[in-house]
């Protein structure tokens, strides 16, 4: 009530925000004459002065007036468009960092274009983030000619883009891609050898489009980028054959009272459990089909990885449906559909395992795991923004999540025509079939009147079935899924036709407006030659054609059920009534939907069978809209609750991230490294003479035969302490630490003297930076298991958040110690080849490529290679190995990346939760030092081909040997 009454008088903060922007509208407005005298060179002149003023200490918030006005009238000269004075509180409101709600077809792209002005002044670039690679090229060169005019550079970053190019449009006042790219660049900037590698400048100012799509609906979604990992196709064939032989339960009371069948599901939250007879009857199988020893359980540890498949297999089958959560390509691979936008997402796979049992479900080819080299999220990239701000027609109903998670506000941004459009009532039928007919009698009255029709959907599914229904009907219509997406744009430019109908999915309309009569400026650039009386009466026909539409009432928005969030609703009804023009939008509903049928009260259910309704009959209520209204807000706070765990547990990861990166960073700046291989060097030998010689202990404790044999082991080399101990009685355990150290870095430090300082600085950043990148990668791979099981800690009453970052920094300070160990391992064992060795490496450098090139025309595989080095084998046995390094450049090795993989034709997969395929062209052209090893191998090839070293065995039985 105090709430309210304060509200009465002061009005709401959104109230209050836009009256205090109103001012600065006004002062815009005020300098409107004055620049709009400036001729076209005065004006373009405008940018370098802000620039200057800005070098001079003038802030960004002072210059706002003047710039705004200036891209204002720069606008109306290059594009014939004048920002409306909404739009320039929408400009405001992404310059403070906010977000800005403003409905559909008012004009997002244009007003983003004030703030990407203001913010570009000062030189250190604007990110503008877009759900896909349409919209980013799309936008970009709608704006390229207004940016230009202002003197501004324009780029746009896109997959599989030269580096060169990528690196040239990172340096352009405003940089135009998808949330994804800029995501794994950001990756890929960590994984390269050398800094002028990088693509990415500091992230400075970042504007994302459909916000609440990218932040919300993808927060989820990890960034991975991974190498493969052992390829166990085999087994999700095997596994998936058991399948068919479980029972699932439906009867909710039988799981609780466990006497279930094989397992069940819990829709709610998209989960399976599986019954103690489903264990016993999984178990025998494996035992039958010898995966499984007559003793072994699932649960016993080992066979963990056993009991992962069996549940991705079971959530395959059950949880993830064809042309609902992904289709089958032409190239008969699996493709994810996104469950919010309906889009397909060409090169994304599922994790853990998922997206293989699917494979394997569907009978296409089985890809091989991969294993993660680095991650993120988009939470956590996003939020390393210095400033972050977006723009959508849908935020506010997640205000409270934008404000906790991003610290960002939500500014709702006044239309700049009231809105006309009438939401209807909900219908609801009994079943489904009673739905699509209700909704064909909608489409029939409305089409008569000469009104179009958008028909939204939740699935392709869905989609085909309506579509099958019309055809009955005999109405025409066009239908826009995730398999017709390539039509997108054309479909939805000709949506406003009168009587046109259109059915589809989620996706619909994204970055594109439906305007009423339909979009005649498409239809010109249809056709060739046009002579200007032929583009008026096209224009002409047009105009008719838009009156006719809006005496009809609009565009009619009909949907065929309600998603489980609010805000997609809002998307599909915005279609319609954009800049004040008539509009209508209406949902129908059905008991089988799965929103009703899993969270809609029992009231409304009983309710409606009470009532007797035939099949095609329907009720609207009130009450029954807010009880739908009510399961939206049930889901919508569990996902909440998701995302909100799962940050909790990636801000650990997030910190030792930051660490891991800027190591990277500083070792990429830092010309010298001798003072961090100095200390190094006396952090490993000071643990490892402890185990030895313990601290504060007297001479007849110590071990030192069992030192010296160690010290051999582990660096390849005799350091005669026993000597040093019968020359000398009185040296204590202090001074033999420090003769022993010294010892140790007068040693390396000869062999470096050897090298010559150019090439062992070289020599040190390289085994420094793949030996952090190495353990981090295994590090990645240890969190992940760690977080999977985490949660069996609350049966023993410990709180598994706090038991994860225990266990994560043990871990991590774990990785520090061994990166530092393997470091000064690998610079001992360094050994510089003479000029005879150069030469018989380089003749079996050439020999074992010919025998590679062979190997790989036959299997018509690509060629990446593993090298194997010290740092590939146990630690246990390296001493009989080395390292060989070629100093001369003869016997040069193949550029190496960041996996320690030789990057001849590199395909390295990235993934986004969803494992996403990416190239790692722009991390391949790395330059390392010039340096062989013993032998490499393919990484990829079959078991039971010929190893490619020569020996004649079969790969399983020599180099491939477990």
Known sequence: MLTKAISAVFGTKNERELKRMQRQVDKIN?????????????????????????????????????????????????????????????????????????????????????????????????????????????????????????????????????????????RADITYGTNNEYGFDYLRDNMVFSKDEKKQRPLNYCIIDEIDSILIDEARTPLIISGQAEDSAHLYALINNIIPRLKKSDNEEDNKNNVAEDFWIDEKNRAIEISEKGYEKIEKFLIEVGELGENESLYSPARLPLLAHVQAAIRAHHLFIKNVHYIISDDNEIVIVDENTGRTMPGRRWSEGLHQAVEAKEGVEIQAENQTMATTTFQNYFRLYDKLSGMTGTADTEATEFKSTYDIDVVIIPTHRPIARVDLNDQIFLSKLGKYQGIIREIRQITAKGAPVLVGTATIEASEELSYLLDQAGIKHNVLNAKQHEREAEIIAQAGRPSAVTIATNMAGRGTDIILGGNWQAEIEDLDALTDAQKSELQSQ????????????????????????????????????????????????????????????????????????????????????????????????????????????????????????????????????????????????????????????????????????????????????????????????EGLRAKIIDFAIAHYQKKRESMGEQNAARLERDFMLRNLDRHWKEHLTQMDQLRKGIHLRSYAQKNPEQEYKRESFDLFQSMLGAIKSDVVQDLARVHIATPEEIAQMEEERRRQAEMMRLHFEHNDMGLEGEIVTDESRPRATQNVQRITVSLGGVASMPNLSPNGHVNTNTNTNANTGTDTNQSMADVSDTTAPQSIDDVFIPANINRNAPCPCGSGLKYKQCHGKI
């Open 542 to 733: 047009w105009q008719a054609r838009n009156e006719a539409v809006k005496a009809a009432g609009g565009l009619h928005i009909i949907g065929s059920e309600r998603h489980e969030s609010r805000r997609i609703d809002n998307q599909l009804r915005g279609r319609a009534g954009r800049q004040g023009d008539p509009g209508q939008s209406r949902f129908f509903l059905s008991l089988e939907d799965d929103l009703m049928r899993i969270f809609a009260g029992d009231r409304v259910v009983s309710m409606m069978r009470a009532m007797g309704l035939k099949e095609d009959e329907a009720i609207e209520h009130k009450m029954v809209s807010r009880s739908i209204e009510n399961a939206q807000g049930k889901v919508e706070a569990r996902d909440f609750d998701a995302r909100k765990s799962l940050l909790k547990y990636d801000d650990v990861a997030n910190e030792q991230r930051k660490v891991i990166y800027g190591q990277r960073d500083d070792l990429l700046e830092e010309v010298d490294l001798q003072e961090s291989i100095k200390a190094m060097h006396h952090e490993v030998y000071n643990a490892l003479i402890t185990q030895f010689v313990p601290e504060g202990s007297i001479d007849d404790q110590w071990n030192i035969d069992g030192l010296e044999d160690e010290i051999e082991d582990a660096f390849g080399y005799y350091m005669p302490i026993n000597d040093w101990l019968d020359a000398d009685r009185r040296l204590d355990e």
């Open 30 to 170: 005020a300098l409107e004459p004055t620049i709009s005298a400036l001729s076209d060179d005065e004006l373009r002149q405008k940018t370098d002065e802000f620039k200057s003023r800005h070098a001079n200490g003038e802030s960004l918030d002072k210059l706002l007036p003047e710039a705004f006005a200036v891209c204002r009238e720069a606008s109306k000269r290059v594009n014939g468009m004048r920002h409306y004075d909404v739009q320039l509180i929408g400009g405001m409101t992404l310059h403070e960092g906010k977000i800005a709600e403003m409905k559909t077809g008012e004009g997002k792209t244009l007003m983003a274009t004030l703030a990407m002005y203001l913010n570009a002044i000062s030189g250190k670039g604007v990110h503008v983030v877009t759900v896909n690679d349409y919209l980013a090229g799309r936008d970009a060169e709608l704006n390229r000619g207004l940016f230009s005019f202002l003197g501004l550079t324009v780029g746009v970053i896109y997959s599989q883009q030269p580096p060169h190019e990528k690196f040239e449009a990172y």
